[in-house]
């Protein structure tokens, strides 16, 4: 098969065709209005699951640090399940880092919320990797995908 050529004796190769696969279009469980709704609602969660961790973590070690970070992760999870979005999952964490750093902050009476630790330093770190984790996955694990 032979193409046809241009002035200057190149090939012309033809376009491709417009009938060529589409990426499919994302799918979200909420409207518009609901998902803006609900990453407010996420928000707040991740300042009340970051105060909890904050008196939790040291409460009860290491359980407690185990236990905020579970619950920080299932939050996570549970944001990204129902808007389907990747923000669905990080503003929880926006939150709770927020709260993390109000508590680091040093008060005019000399008192800490998080002492300076091991502890209190895997929290930070563990809470920082788990929620950047579950932030920029692709997608859930299996296990925590609705069934359809």
């Given amino acids: 098969m032979r193409h046809p050529e241009n002035r200057l004796g190149r090939a012309v190769v033809p376009a491709p065709r417009s009938a060529s ?3 499919p279009r994302a799918e979200y469980p909420l409207g518009a209005q609901a998902r803006g709704a609900a990453y407010l609602l996420l928000t707040v969660l ?4 970051g105060v909890a961790g904050v ?22 999870c ?9 923000p669905g999952a990080a503003l929880p964490a926006v939150g709770w ?18 002492v ?4 209190s330093y895997l929290f930070l770190l563990g809470g ?3 929620s950047v984790v579950t932030a920029t996955m692709r997608s859930l694990p299996r296990i925590l995908q609705p069934k359809r």
């Fill in 55 to 76: 008196f939790v973590q040291p409460l009860w070690f290491p359980g407690g640090l185990l236990l905020a970070l579970a619950g920080l992760v299932a939050l996570c």
């Fill in 46 to 49: 991740g300042v009340a699951v």
């Fill in 116 to 119: 300076s630790d091991a502890g």
């Fill in 97 to 114: 880092f927020a709260v993390q750093m109000i508590a680091l902050s040093p008060r005019p009476e000399g008192d800490f919320l998080l």
């Fill in 128 to 130: 920082m990797v788990l």
């Fill in 78 to 86: 549970g944001g990204r399940l129902l808007t389907g979005t990747r």
């Fill in 21 to 23: 696969p589409q990426p």
